[in-house]
């Protein structure tokens, strides 16, 4: 597989239209146009779970959509493309479809580590030739921004606020990534500010002859009530704190792709967003030191499982 | 002649449909219509795509993306598997994809009952699905076949239902006619599908959303496809009596021409009755019975010209139904008569509720209380029970 090259997609007809309706500096935006391009002229057809991205480009009679695009519900992107992916199958038995075709589904994280779990599990389970993106703003944003398992630690969101006697979010996120690649199947954590990473990843799930699952951190300035201007810059604090690490599981081996030159403390990352201000306070340095430990105990344990320590 | 069981013969009419995605989770009671399946694509009589989902959500949700993706595609399910399935059975419907769903009726918990009753399709009545309702094995066989036709005639694509009673039916073995596939083939025909997913050279958006601005047209036109297939039903009947001798329509109308006294009823229990109506006929008594065969579309116009003259009908709906006054059949029914000139006294009757028997004398109880109506001109009870301790 050559690598990607800006030459080679500049100019290329985007087949995720200009003119959608998401908020701007949306992360789920950004990614979805670089998933686009790293698919370059591979036939394909998308299914995408209901949430931002997908109220943000069907607003019938309108479409941002220039490949096969479907929307059932909210907890069956998985589920959807695996009937899709099926006929298409049957199709190529009898003959009567020749030419290769991939599937992608999208879904946010509420509609991936949430609701739309099992579909996912089970379609992986499965087998089908498909590519699940999460587009993992850490909540529901297109409800109003309420917390899911996605959603990190001492998050203020509009069902766990920070109050008198609550921190926020109290539980711990779902580490999806890790529980995904437990099917068996490839799994990769990626993020936009690193396009090319993010790219090469689709580039190689689509690649693989079965299930594959990418997990996408996007910076979400209206829900983690952040500068718009300023998404990408965000949302890398989390990949150079080491809270969202770079890094693909192929066959049960991790392989770490991007090693900050310096981790940034935890609170650089939350001192950048609204959700986190009130971390910040005096009262609250020992939950925020009980945060800045447990994201150290996870980057030393990839650090170890992927042989770099 | 076969011998076979509600489940098997819709088996053996998938297999000879031979669709191109079945995607399915199996419930009780139509567990064997998928497992006797999975032989046969085990043993490659059939060339299609079974996915096994982990749910019956996944089922029709893979069921849609399939239909979608733009060829034949069916499933199997009832009872809480429907009511699982229910926010994607709405989808099906509104992106008029010609799915088949066989359906074993089945009551909802709680409490947990696997035995038969109509509450779960009654539940999915307005999903915008077609709903046709099985008499026996033989017309379990039948439906199957003729729904294909029905859901992909153009001016319908909507998905059909055919719901048998979960039990009575689903186990019940039969001899049944099966015809040669070559015959079921030609009869079914080819499928072309409209707008498919898979036509990646002219891609189409499946599923945007809509805002005040549309939902309301989008509603009106697909309603359009449910009114189309009143006439279609009735010609798909005809073309497959040519076929097989056998006649179906959207009801069936038994010794009504000349009746006094009505029973209007649904799936095995009109077997019940008729036997209840030949023999009343024999005593003197003018009885008949209106099997409504297509629940959706209702069938209004054939319902009030059956029952019009009639002097007073009894509806006997199998089905639960919380806080209503009376079950969804006689509200169907009642409508269907309400504006005539002239109109016969209609009562109902709740039945069968899981899996609840009911023996010809409590039909003929039912005809003893239409007698009295008829000769009074009173109703005493509009709704009653069958065969329930008080
Ligand atoms: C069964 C069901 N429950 C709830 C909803 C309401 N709902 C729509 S989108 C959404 C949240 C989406 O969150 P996420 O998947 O994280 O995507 P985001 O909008 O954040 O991109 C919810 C709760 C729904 N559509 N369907
Ligand atoms: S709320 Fe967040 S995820 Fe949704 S469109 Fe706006 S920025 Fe994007």
């Known amino acids: ?309 | 002649m076969r011998t076979l069981t509600g489940n098997e013969a819709i088996a053996e009419a998938m297999r000879q449909v031979n669709p191109d995605v079945i995607a399915a989770y199996p419930i009780t009671p139509s567990t064997p219509v998928v497992e006797k399946f999975a032989k046969f694509v085990a043993d490659g009589v059939v060339d299609t795509e079974l996915v096994t989902t982990e749910s019956e959500h996944s089922a029709m949700s893979a069921c849609v993306g399939a239909a979608a993706a733009g060829g034949r595609v069916m499933t199997a399910t009832g009872a809480v598997g429907l009511a699982f399935m229910f926010e994607v059975i709405y989808v099906a419907s509104s992106f008029r994809l010609p799915i088949v769903v066989a359906i074993a009726n089945r009551a909802l918990n709680a409490p947990l009952n696997i035995h038969g009753d109509h509450s779960d399709t009654m539940a999915a009545r307005d999903s915008g699905w077609i709903q046709l309702y099985s008499e026996n094995p033989q017309e379990c066989y039948d439906n199957i076949i003729q729904a294909v036709k029905i859901a992909e005639h153009p001016k319908v694509r909507t998905p059909v239902m055919v719901c048998f009673d979960g039990f009575q039916t689903s186990h019940m073995i039969e001899n049944l006619y099966v015809e040669p596939d070559e015959v079921v083939k030609r009869f079914i025909g080819e499928y072309k599908p409209i707008y498919p997913l898979l036509d990646y050279e002219h891609p189409v958006t499946y599923g945007a959303w809509d805002r005040p601005d549309y939902l309301m047209e989008h509603k009106r036109s697909q309603v359009e496809g449910l009114y189309a297939a009143l006439e279609v039903i009735n010609d798909v009947g005809k073309e497959y009596e040519k076929l097989t001798g056998r006649r179906y329509g959207l009801i069936e109308a038994y010794k009504l021409e000349d009746a006094e006294l009505g029973i209007v009823v649904m799936s095995a229990t009109a077997s019940t009755v008729k036997d209840v109506v030949n023999k009343l006929r024999e005593q003197g008594v003018k009885a008949g019975l209106l099997r409504i065969r297509a629940f959706r579309p209702f069938p209004a116009s054939e319902v009030a010209k059956n029952l019009a003259s009639l002097k007073s009908v009894a509806v006997l709906d199998r089905s639960w139904t919380g806080g209503a006054i009376g079950g969804p059949l006689f509200h169907e029914v009642c409508s269907a008569l309400y504006n005539l000139d002239t109109h016969p006294k209609v009562v109902n009757y709740i039945y069968g509720i899981g899996g609840r028997d009911v023996y010809p004398e409590h039909i003929e109880g039912v005809y003893q209380d239409l007698s009295k109506i008829a000769k009074t001109g009173r109703i005493e009870r509009l709704l009653g029970y069958l065969n329930l301790r008080e």
């Open chain 1, 1 to 309: 597989m050559a690598p990607i090259r800006l030459k080679d997609i500049a100019g290329k007809t985007e087949k995720f239209a200009r003119g959608h309706r998401l908020c701007p500096g949306c992360g789920a935006a950004i990614t979805v146009r670089q998933v686009m391009l790293a698919v370059g002229d591979r036939p394909v057809v998308v299914a995408t779970a209901t949430g931002c991205m997908e109220i943000g480009t069907s607003l019938f009679p309108h479409t941002s959509w220039r490949v096969p695009w479907i929307h059932t519900n909210f907890p069956n992107a998985a589920s959807t493309i695996s009937g899709v992916e099926a006929m298409y199958r049957a199709k190529r038995k009898k003959g009567e479809v020749s030419k290769k075709i991939k599937f992608i589904a999208f879904g946010g994280d509420g509609g991936t580590y949430d609701i739309g779990f099992q579909a996912l599990s089970g379609a992986a389970e499965r087998g089908h030739d498909f590519v699940y993106i999460c587009l993992n703003n850490e909540g529901y944003m297109n409800t109003g921004g309420q917390r899911s398992s996605a959603t990190p630690m001492g998050a203020d969101t509009t069902t766990s606020p920070s109050g008198k006697v609550l921190p926020g979010k109290i539980q711990w996120r779902k580490d999806m990534v890790r529980v995904m690649a437990e099917h068996g199947i490839y799994a990769a954590q990626a993020c936009p500010s690193k396009w090319m990473d993010l790219m090469r990843k689709v580039e190689k799930a689509l690649e693989i002859d079965g299930p594959a699952y990418i997990d996408v951190l996007i910076p979400c300035p209206t829900g983690w009530k952040g500068d718009p201007s300023q998404s990408l810059v965000t949302v890398q604090k989390a990949v150079d704190a080491c809270y969202w690490p770079l890094y693909e599981i192929e066959g049960y081996k991790i392989k770490l792709n991007y090693k900050p030159k310096e981790k940034i403390p935890i609170t650089e990352w939350f001192r950048s967003q609204g959700r986190f201000q009130h971390l910040l306070k005096p009262e609250y340095k020992d939950l925020v030191a009980k945060i800045q430990a447990e994201v150290d105990r996870r980057w030393e344990r990839l650090l170890k499982d992927a042989g770099e320590a």
